[in-house]
């Protein structure tokens, strides 16, 4: 037990700091007492030693005794000494330069983080710029292997399906489905193929999935995306789009031309067609159809072509 060395008290920086400056602030006060008590001794000693000593009692400054004047001056150096304590050193010393220090490395930071922000936002902004002119040279890249065009029959509230079936049954739309289409590539996502009782005759067919591994009849191609559906149609110059609604909504991009039969009616659906925006297309073609015999509702055949 004797052997054991007592343990150092760990002052860390920051109070050792604190405590050299409270012993600074101390000898500073300490020295402006002993001025103000020597200044109170120096001034009795100059009135006694001229008014009662008589020293220099002949000698006047302006009119006015000597000792006056040493008393102002002296009292000029102790208000210089009280004013360096209590507001010079408080507003310009070592805790002042810091204080101002960390100000200006603050705002220094401030500077920094706002061009480190400025430069994110100009990079985001460059990569959006390299990604929308990419996105656009793709889709110009699309459209110049043929005329697409997207045919559909849309209901007026835009129905065009409910339960991978057709909700109408209007005979010179379908003529006018194959009249359009015969010949050409047709493509389709996997539920408007699987809708059909066979592929339709004299037309390919390419049908989009996900199912890597998806079985379908010869002559069928299978792609997994619109973009290499559209690539697989390169060699024809009229390819369709004929469905479902989320084909349609891709399309709507990359089509230059809508065939549209409107069925002029609402109907119950669970698929539709995406709204034609009138600032990107212009209607070119209108024919109407009443209601007959052969046909439940009156509809119309719209052209659309991209402005």
Not at 33 to 44: A, E, K, M, Q
Not at 48 to 71: M, P, Y
Request: with cysteine; proline share 2%; charged share 30%.
């Amino acid at each position: 037990m004797f052997g054991k060395k007592k343990a150092k008290p760990q002052i860390d920086k920051d109070q050792l700091e604190l405590i050299e400056n409270a012993q600074k602030r101390i000898k500073q006060k300490k020295r402006l007492y002993i001025h103000f008590v020597l200044f109170l001794i120096g001034c009795v000693f100059l009135i006694v030693a001229n008014t009662v000593l008589g020293i220099g009692k002949d000698f006047t400054i302006l009119g006015k005794e000597w000792f006056l004047f040493a008393v102002l001056i002296w009292l000029f150096l102790f208000l210089y000494h009280v004013f360096n304590v209590f507001v010079t050193h408080k507003f310009m010393g070592k805790a002042w330069e810091k204080e101002q220090l960390e100000k200006l490395v603050s705002k220094q930071q401030q500077r920094i983080n706002k061009l480190k922000a400025g430069f994110v936002k100009e990079e985001t902004l460059i990569a959006q710029r390299e990604a929308y002119s990419e996105e656009n040279s793709t889709k110009q890249e699309l459209k110049t292997k043929g005329n697409l065009t997207i045919i559909v029959a849309a209901a007026e509230n835009d129905a065009i399906g409910l339960g991978n079936k057709l909700i109408w049954h209007l005979s010179d739309d379908l003529k006018r489905f194959k009249s359009l289409t015969n010949g050409h590539h047709i493509i389709m996502g996997r539920k408007t193929f699987e809708s059909f009782p066979k592929p339709l005759p004299n037309r390919t067919h390419v049908v989009i999935t996900r199912q890597k591994n998806y079985k379908a009849p010869d002559g069928v191609i299978i792609v997994h995306n619109l973009e290499d559906a559209i690539d697989a149609t390169k060699q024809d110059s009229q390819p369709f789009i004929i469905g479902g609604g989320q084909i349609y909504k891709q399309a709507m991009s990359f089509a230059d031309k809508i065939e549209l039969t409107r069925v002029h009616n609402d109907f119950e659906a669970d698929t539709y067609f995406p709204k034609i925006d009138d600032n990107a297309w212009r209607e070119t073609a209108n024919i109407f159809h009443k209601k007959d015999v052969d046909h439940d509702y009156e509809f119309s055949f719209l052209t659309y072509e991209r402005k």
